[in-house]
């Protein structure tokens, strides 16, 4: 793909989802987009003339090829470097028809475009300058965003926030990398101009934001794929009910056999623009049986990997038995990183719809950082309550705030603050200058390989190949 953008072809595909529809609308971009459409459209009767052609503006007017009204359109022309992708680009606005579709990128490709490849319109921008690498990933993102959540931090790294997050902290290592290379220069003087205690200061500052950004992942991968929650607890008590309930469907098989559910079942909803990934669990219980013993550890590891952990507890069990499940469950979840809301289901069999079951287990497990509430998952009661805790156990951080959602930045803040960490130590054991700037210079190349400051093709081809062909 490299080579095709350093010769700068025009390219065309289609930007709008592939099928029928009311409309549809090709891009145009390269050196030759507007030669190519003006030359295939008419406008007020006459071919538009390049001369003629107005930034930013929509004309109306009609496809013309080799003499043959090929359809009504709507042509909106991109000067260079106005536009997307930098280049001078063309926007065709046909009706929805596959026939007509298809039969204007074959007349395109005969006048001299060829089909663009997978994000290769983004790529283009990206090498014109239009947005950093990070930019461009927060596009495919806002593309599959799924809720509001989603979208208010594909739009936040978008408007380049983490970016600029990243280009501080990476100014700031390439000043203190300077400073050391300087002395090497002069080390038979013996010089010093990085002072030890403010160098160990600033990275102190430095490694505490690389890590802050690389534990946001965990949150951020959560809204952006859909907050997983686990709903578990012994058998028969109700999760698979509880599953139907928040989904107003029969999803789940409901029974009163114990250890129906031998496979987790995961089903998403949007609940207030949050998605959620519902999880459906064996029921925990000692069994000899094969098939509901690897159910039942896989429940397990999905308790592992939620971010929240809906524990159901049966009101109509015998009271030492439900605190027990309860201590039992609080033992399977980290409360550091995790949220468990204790759920006593069927209370529609009680006279206190489980008012007093709530306080007595509220105060026996006398922890605040444990939600306890009463539903009945059979007849809906209580769904509100479980909405609202879901809505209030969310770690989430402020609206505007930087939260790394792609797996390729994780991992490069990872390594970067590995290389920070090594840094420290080696000031505190007063290591030579030369063996503590290389892990430096580590440090910056990784923290630039997110905004693309440093990248190979070959990362950039594995990036942009799963854009779609459009975009």
Not at 214 to 225: E, K, M, P, V
């Given at each position: 793909m490299q080579s095709n953008i350093l010769n700068n072809d025009t390219i065309c595909a289609i930007a709008t989802p592939h099928g029928m529809g009311a409309i549809a609308t090709v891009r145009v971009s390269g050196a030759k987009a507007f030669p190519i459409v003006a030359a295939l459209f008419q406008h007020r009767g006459n071919f538009m003339e390049i001369s003629e052609v107005v930034s930013h503006k929509a004309y109306h007017g009609h496809l013309i090829n080799k003499g043959e009204l090929l359809d009504e359109v709507l042509v909106t022309f991109f000067k260079a470097p106005h536009s997307f992708t930098g280049e001078d680009s063309a926007e065709i606005s046909v009706h929805g028809s596959v026939f007509v579709q298809q039969?204007?990128?074959?007349?395109?490709?005969?006048?001299?475009?060829?089909?663009?490849?997978?994000?290769?319109?983004?790529?283009?921008?990206?090498?014109?300058?239009?947005?950093?690498?990070?930019?461009?990933e927060a596009i495919a993102d806002l593309i599959g965003s799924e809720s509001e959540a989603a979208h208010r931090v594909a739009i936040n790294q978008l408007r380049g926030g983490f970016s600029k997050e990243l280009q501080v902290l990476r100014s700031k290592l390439l000043e203190m990398?300077?400073?050391?290379?300087?002395?090497?220069?002069?080390?038979?003087?013996?010089?010093?101009?990085?002072?030890?205690?403010?160098?160990?200061?600033?990275?102190?500052?430095?490694?505490?934001?690389?890590?802050?950004?690389?534990?946001?992942?965990?949150?951020?991968?959560?809204?952006?794929?859909?907050?997983?929650?686990?709903?578990?607890?012994?058998?028969?008590?109700?999760?698979?009910?509880?599953?139907?309930?928040?989904?107003g469907e029969d999803r789940a098989i409901v029974s009163d056999i114990a250890g129906t559910t031998r496979d987790t079942i995961e089903e998403t909803l949007n609940i207030n623009g949050i998605l959620y990934r519902f999880i459906d669990t064996a029921g925990l219980r000692e069994t000899d049986e094969t098939i509901e013993k690897i159910g039942i550890e896989r429940s397990y590891k999905k308790i592992r990997e939620a971010t929240i952990v809906i524990g159901m507890l049966d009101a109509t069990i015998d009271y030492k038995s439900?605190?027990?499940?309860?201590?039992?469950?609080?033992?399977?979840?980290?409360?550091?990183?995790?949220?468990?809301?204790?759920?006593?289901?069927?209370?529609?069999?009680?006279?206190?719809?489980?008012?007093?079951?709530?306080?007595?287990?509220?105060?026996?497990?006398?922890?605040?950082?444990?939600?306890?509430?009463?539903?009945?998952?059979?007849?809906?009661?209580?769904?509100?309550?479980?909405?609202?805790?879901?809505?209030?156990?969310?770690?989430?951080?402020?609206?505007?705030?930087?939260?790394?959602?792609?797996?390729?930045?994780?991992?490069?803040?990872?390594?970067?603050?590995?290389s920070l960490s090594q840094v420290q130590q080696q000031l505190e054991m007063n290591i030579p200058i030369d063996l503590i700037s290389q892990d430096l210079r580590q440090a910056i190349y990784h923290l630039g390989s997110i905004t693309g400051e440093i990248t190979t093709d070959e990362v950039l081809g594995s990036i942009f190949s799963r854009f779609c062909i459009g975009k």
């Open positions: 039969k204007l990128l074959q007349v395109l490709i005969a006048n001299g475009c060829r089909m663009a490849e997978a994000g290769e319109f983004t790529r283009r921008a990206f090498v014109n300058k239009k947005f950093d690498l990070a930019q461009a990398t300077s400073l050391m290379e300087l002395e090497l220069d002069f080390s038979e003087e013996d010089v010093e101009f990085a002072d030890r205690s403010q160098l160990k200061a600033l990275l102190q500052e430095i490694l505490a934001k690389v890590n802050r950004l690389r534990d946001s992942f965990h949150l951020g991968n959560a809204i952006r794929n859909g907050i997983p929650v686990a709903i578990v607890g012994q058998t028969n008590t109700g999760k698979s009910t509880l599953l139907n309930a928040l989904l439900m605190l027990s499940s309860s201590i039992e469950m609080l033992g399977k979840v980290d409360l550091e990183h995790q949220q468990l809301i204790l759920c006593i289901n069927k209370v529609d069999t009680l006279d206190d719809h489980g008012e007093a079951l709530l306080g007595q287990l509220r105060q026996d497990l006398d922890n605040e950082e444990i939600m306890v509430i009463c539903l009945s998952a059979k007849h809906k009661f209580g769904l509100n309550d479980l909405y609202n805790t879901l809505k209030h156990s969310q770690p989430f951080a402020h609206p505007d705030a930087t939260l790394v959602t792609n797996v390729r930045h994780y991992e490069a803040l990872l390594h970067a603050s590995e």
